[in-house]
C-alpha cells in the first residue's frame, strides 16, 4: 500500500509539474493556408500548447496572460514543408575519396550545420535518404530532444545496395572497399531480407535501396535496375512486415517498374520513367519523387573537374530527360511527392523544387500540396503533420506573398516553428 500510494504522489507531483509548465504560444497572422487543398482564410489566431495546435480561430483574439505572442502582420502561416529526399551528413561536390578519408562523426557535426539551414528554409520535416551509419540516427534524436536546431526527422540510415551498385563503395582498390564496407549489400533474397531486419535493429524509420544505378557514384554499369525481382520482393516484404516502408533511388524505367511491381513504396529521381512503369505506380499506389534540384546542382558543377568522367558520362545521360517524368505521372494520375535530393546541391535551397515542379506542369497548389498533404501521406503521417489543424504537431511557417499564386515565394521563409519551438 505504502508503494503504491508513494507512486501516486511521484504521479500527482508531475503531472502538476507538466500543467504548472505547460507553454502556450499564439501567433497572429494575415493569412493562413490551412490545408494545400482548401482556399486561404483572413486574418487568424493559431493556438500552441507545448509541442500542439490547440485551435485556429478566425480573426484576432485575446491571448491569456502567460501566452508568448508572435505577431506576423500580414504575412501568410503554412503547414510546415516536408522534403522526402535529403542528404544532411554531406555537403555537395565532395571528392569521392573523402570516403576514406574523413571519419562518420565528421557526418554529424556537417548535418547539425544543415540541419539548421534546412530547417531556416521552412522544412520542419526531412526523410534522410541515406548516410553513415548511426550518423542520421544521432542528429533525429538531436532535433527531437531539441539540442540541434533541425527538422523532424525520418532517417535510413545507409542504404541497401548490389555489391558494387550505387550505395556500396566503389571507386577504390578491392581491399580498400573491403575496409570501406558499411555492412548493406545484398545478394538473393535471403541476404537481403537480412539486411532490412539488421537495418531495423540499428534504427531505421525507413529502408532505403539503391534499385538503380546511380549518378554521383563510380559505378560505371549504367542507370537500369540493379537488384532481381526476388531481391526485391524479399525487401519489400521483409520491411513491410516489421511496419517499415521502403524508399528506392531508381533511374531507369525498367528498373522502376521493377521496384514499383515488388511493393516499393517511393520511387526517388525516377527520371526515366515511361508510362508503361508508371503505370506499374499508379496500380500500386506508388509515390514519386522527383529530386529536380539534384540535377540543377549537377548541372552547375558540369564540367568543371569535380566529377570523375565515370560521373560525367553519367550525367550527360540524364540531362536531357529531368522532369519529363513529372509530366507523364500527373497525366497517369501518380501522386507526386516532394524532394530534392539536398546534399547534392547546398541545403537550404530545397524550397527551388516548387518553382522546377510548376515548370513541369504541377499548379502551384499542386507543388505545395506535395511538400505537405501528399508528403505526410506518403510517410503515413497525415494526422501528425501536412496540415494546420487542432491536435496536429504545431509546425508551421510564414512567408510574404500568396504561394498559391507563386511558389517563389516558398524560396524565402520568414518564420519558422517546429514541435512548437520557434527556430533561432
Ligand atoms: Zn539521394
Given amino acids: 500500500m505504502r508503494k503504491i500510494g508513494l507512486v501516486a504522489a511521484v504521479t500527482l507531483a508531475l503531472l502538476g509539474t507538466a500543467a504548472a509548465n505547460a507553454k502556450t504560444t499564439v501567433v497572429y497572422a494575415g493569412r493562413v493556408i490551412t490545408d494545400a487543398d482548401k482556399p486561404a482564410q483572413g486574418p487568424s489566431t493559431i493556438v500552441i500548447t507545448d509541442d500542439r495546435i490547440t485551435s485556429i480561430t478566425a480573426g484576432r483574439s485575446a491571448a491569456p496572460a502567460d501566452a508568448e505572442i508572435v505577431d506576423l502582420g500580414d504575412k501568410t502561416l503554412l503547414p510546415g514543408l516536408i522534403d522526402l529526399h535529403v542528404h544532411l551528413t554531406g555537403d555537395p561536390g565532395g571528392d569521392f575519396r573523402s570516403a576514406a578519408v574523413e571519419p562518420d562523426e565528421w557526418g554529424v557535426v556537417v548535418g547539425v550545420k544543415n540541419a539548421g539551414i534546412t530547417l531556416r528554409a521552412g522544412f520542419t520535416t526531412v526523410r534522410e535518404a541515406g548516410s553513415a551509419q548511426y550518423t542520421a540516427y544521432s542528429l533525429r534524436r538531436g532535433t527531437a530532444a531539441g539540442f540541434v536546431t533541425g527538422p523532424r526527422i525520418i532517417a535510413a540510415g545507409p542504404a541497401l545496395s548490389i555489391i558494387g551498385g550505387h550505395g556500396d563503395v566503389t571507386g577504390f582498390r578491392e581491399d580498400v572497399h573491403d575496409v570501406l564496407d558499411q555492412g548493406y549489400t545484398c545478394t538473393g533474397a535471403l541476404e537481403c531480407a537480412e539486411k532490412v531486419r539488421k537495418a531495423s535493429r540499428a534504427g531505421a524509420d525507413i529502408i532505403k535501396i539503391t534499385a538503380t544505378g546511380g549518378v554521383l557514384s563510380q559505378q560505371g554499369r549504367g542507370l537500369e535496375g540493379h537488384f532481381t525481382s526476388p531481391e526485391l520482393q524479399s525487401i519489400a516484404d521483409t520491411a513491410h512486415s516489421l511496419g517499415l516502408k521502403v524508399m ?82 500527373k497525366a ?93
Avoid: C, Q
Fill in 332 to 424: 497517369l494520375g501518380v501522386p507526386v511527392a516532394f524532394g530534392t535530393d539536398a546534399g547534392v546541391f547546398e541545403h537550404g535551397r530545397n524550397g527551388g523544387e516548387f518553382a522546377l515542379l510548376v515548370k513541369a506542369g504541377l499548379t502551384p497548389r499542386e507543388a505545395l500540396a506535395s511538400a505537405t498533404t501528399v508528403a505526410a501521406k506518403a510517410l503515413s503521417m497525415d494526422g501528425e503533420i501536412g496540415r494546420l489543424a487542432p491536435g496536429m504537431s504545431a509546425d508551421m511557417i510564414a512567408v510574404s506573398g500568396d504561394p498559391l499564386a507563386d511558389v517563389a515565394a516558398l524560396e524565402k521563409v520568414d518564420w519558422v516553428m517546429v514541435r512548437g519551438r520557434i527556430a533561432d
Fill in 248 to 329: 528506392a533511388h531508381a533511374h531507369g524505367a525498367r528498373g522502376i517498374e521493377a521496384a514499383a511491381a515488388a511493393g516499393i513504396d517511393t520511387i526517388d529521381h525516377g527520371t526515366f520513367a515511361d508510362d508503361a512503369a508508371l503505370k506499374v505506380m499508379k496500380a500500386k499506389g506508388t509515390y514519386l519523387v522527383p529530386t529536380l534540384m539534384a540535377f540543377e546542382g549537377i548541372r552547375e558543377r558540369l564540367g568543371k573537374g569535380i566529377y570523375t568522367p565515370t560521373v560525367e558520362e553519367k550525367v550527360r545521360m540524364t540531362l536531357g530527360s529531368v522532369g519529363k517524368a513529372v509530366t507523364r505521372a
